[in-house]
């Protein structure tokens, strides 16, 4: 008896693989949103239960070749994009073809401030640059940001000539940060806010908070305050 099972459950296996393979043949190279074959269709193919041909269509969506819509039916998959690198503001609006400036409000040295602190691992005694930026985008200000990096990562930075971008500096001293903790929340404008974005005191804010690290190392803190009404936070996530 159990040699007899075992046999119809290794058919029944080879089936599912079968059927597996015949339809991610039949769909390659098909565009995002192309039908794939019905379960009916497959079973009267093959001449299989329902159960076998749903195991081998379950494969291909947990693959990401198939998604599957309730009430409608199973289509090509579009591809699986790739999570972002961590950017800065200069990249993200580069990538959205809009040419990005900037306006130096505060650039020192300074105490880390105790969240800062907590966030890059240090005590509040050690120091950190505090770099408070207005950022524009085409020509319009969207954005005020305040970036606290830690001082003993990146020496000499405030002595010179300010980099356009913190992120290219930090990649040309081989410490570009390698991934985040972000955190984004709605409010309004305070006065102070208002003032610096050209806006007016209640105007709608998205509240950004950034922890980025370089390897296993923290190396920046950073707060920036948007301007609903002129920008959208575009994100990418993958398992």
Do not use: N
Not at 31 to 52: N, Q, W
Not at 179 to 197: C, F, K, N, Q, R
Not at 212 to 226: K, N, Q, V
């Amino acid at each position: 008896m159990e040699t007899v099972e075992r046999g119809t459950a290794d058919r029944r296996t080879l089936k599912h693989v079968a059927i597996r393979e015949y339809v991610r043949e039949l769909v390659a190279g098909s565009a995002p949103g192309t039908a794939a074959p019905s379960e009916r269709d497959l079973v009267e193919k093959f001449g299989v239960a329902r159960m076998t041909v749903r195991q081998a269509l379950d494969a291909l969506v947990a693959e990401g070749v198939l998604q599957r819509f309730p009430g409608r039916g199973t289509f090509v998959a579009p591809p699986r994009r790739t999570p972002s690198r961590v950017s800065g503001f200069t990249e993200d609006m580069a990538a959205r073809g809009i040419v990005a400036e900037s306006r130096t409000l505060v650039a020192e040295r300074v105490r880390a401030p105790r969240g800062v602190a907590r966030a890059l691992g240090l005590s509040e005694r050690q120091p950190v640059l505090h770099w408070r930026r207005i950022r524009l985008a085409d020509g319009q200000r969207i954005c005020l940001s305040d970036a606290y990096v830690v001082d003993a990562l990146v020496p000499g930075l405030l002595d010179g000539e300010l980099p356009d971008s913190l992120y290219d500096e930090l990649a040309a001293r081989g410490r570009r940060p390698t991934w985040a903790d972000d955190s984004v929340s709605a409010g309004t404008a305070t006065a102070d806010e208002a003032a610096y974005l050209d806006a007016a005191v209640g105007t709608v804010v998205l509240r950004h908070t950034r922890r980025a690290l370089w390897g296993d190392h923290p190396i920046e803190a950073s707060r920036t305050i948007y301007l609903a009404e002129r920008h959208s936070l575009s994100l990418q996530l993958g398992s």
